[in-house]
T-cell receptor, first 114, second 115 residues
Framework: AQSVTQLDSHVSVSEGTPVLLRCNYS??????LFWYVQHPNKGLQLLLK??????LVKGINGFEAEFKKSETSFHLTKPSAHMSDAAEYFC????????????FGGGTRLMVKP | GAGVSQSPSNKVTEKGKDVELRCDPI?????LYWYRQSLGQGLEFLIY????????KSGLPSDRFSAERTGGSVSTLTIQRTQQEDSAVYLC?????????????FGPGTRLTVT
């Protein structure tokens, strides 16, 4: 069985400061890991994905995440927050034997202060 | 090109009524997924279709929920005898195939409110 835990339900940063959204996963098989973003009243958009290639994954809008198998973590980072980054972020896991069914974390709401 | 579309965007229904939610996947995508997003349960998987294979219904919360996919394209999620706890946003996603290397593209969702 697969599961995802997002360690913070809310994160608040000032514009221009770094962003760190934490995610831990549990998986019985070699997992694929994703970060999705959901802006208010908008659909889910894929930020980045890890599928057993490079452990440091770069995504859109300056976000990146590092897969650490020993720590079962897949934290999302960005060097400098922008006001437009304010949204809900979901860490997601899927397994190759599960038809790519996605299991979502509880979400982290990122707030960016001017 | 066109993305995943869902209809209606909003649906208000009375408790006990049946509802049908529609999903039009991206053309050529053989895999189609339904998820539900609610305040209490977060985002959870409901069911997926891959080509002509039998659907994986393992996420359906009760036998009041069913889904079909006609002609390998459009899908309909049906909820019978709706209950207030069914109130949620129902999301549809499609991908080229049901493998992890293919991204799932999500539709805008249908917001269901059961009164």
């Amino acid at each position: 069985a697969q599961s995802v835990t997002q360690l913070d339900s809310h994160v608040s940063v000032s514009e221009g400061t770094p962003v760190l959204l934490r995610c831990n996963y549990s998986s019985s098989y070699s997992p694929s890991l994703f970060w999705y973003v959901q802006h208010p009243n908008k659909g889910l958009q894929l930020l980045l994905k890890y599928t057993s290639a490079a452990t440091l994954v770069k995504g859109i809008n300056g976000f990146e995440a590092e897969f650490k198998k020993s720590e079962t973590s897949f934290h999302l980072t960005k060097p400098s927050a922008h006001m437009s980054d304010a949204a809900e972020y979901f860490c997601v896991v899927s397994e190759s034997n599960a038809g790519n069914m996605l299991t979502f974390g509880g979400g982290t709401r990122l707030m960016v202060k001017p | 090109g066109a993305g995943v579309s869902q209809s209606p965007s909003n649906k208000v229904t009375e408790k006990g009524k049946d509802v049908e939610l529609r999903c039009d996947p991206i053309s050529g995508h053989t895999a189609l997924y339904w998820y539900r997003q609610s305040l209490g349960q977060g985002l959870e998987f409901l069911i997926y279709f891959q080509g002509n294979s039998a659907p994986d219904k393992s996420g359906l919360p009760s036998d009041r929920f069913s889904a079909e996919r006609t002609g390998g394209s459009v899908s309909t999620l049906t909820i019978q005898r709706t209950q207030q706890e069914d109130s949620a946003v129902y999301l549809c996603a499609s991908s080229r195939a049901a493998v992890t290397s293919y991204e799932q593209y999500f539709g805008p969702g249908t917001r269901l409110t059961v009164t």
